[in-house]
């Protein structure tokens, strides 16, 4: 079987991307390859790649004059590694034009909210402070808007009472990886 190659993209921790490399070791993912490692900054995730041998690039933002530039710039380090997925795995920044058409359809971002609800950049903390009592994690497929895409995936939780933001989003993360994971393993079989 060809490898299902994947290019993670990550800006933070990176635990969804050490759940992936781990889900690879443990024959959880057949046939899947993580080919690269893509971060805005010079993300402390970074080192699970490294760890590995898995080739690591920072690409910043700011050193490019437009974000189309900055764009362009992902779209040559991505297609580098022809992937077939290119997995947002806490990388907290919008893609543009050149990305989205370079890999249309082959984008997926997780959410640590239940989309429609609660998207950008503080999913977690926008639902604790609404109120509301059941929140969760999505994958969507990446399209132009804030966390607009088609709906591939969601996991729910119940939000326990006097909770704060730190441990909810600890335990939200356990659920999005498991699902991060089943959705790539279901992408590899072309499911
Ligand atoms: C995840 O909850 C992701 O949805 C959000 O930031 C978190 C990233 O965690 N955007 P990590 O860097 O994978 O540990």
Redesign the pocket.
Known sequence: MNDFTCVVF?????????AILEAIEKGALAGVKVAAVIADVD?P?LSFARDRGIPAHVVPLADYSTREDWNRALVDCTAHYAPDLVVL????RLLGAPMLEAFRGRIIN???ALLPAFPG?H??RDALNYGVKVTG?TVIDVDEGVDTGAIIDQRALTIRPGESEEEL?ER??VI??EMLVDVIARRARNE
């Not at 990550?10 to 050490?18: A, E």
């Not at 795995?89 to 907290?92: I, V």
């Open positions: 990550i800006s933070g921790t990176g635990s969804n991307l050490r993300a995730g795995a806490g990388f907290m997780t959410h640590p950049a999913g977690v994690a989003h939200i993360k999005e990886r």
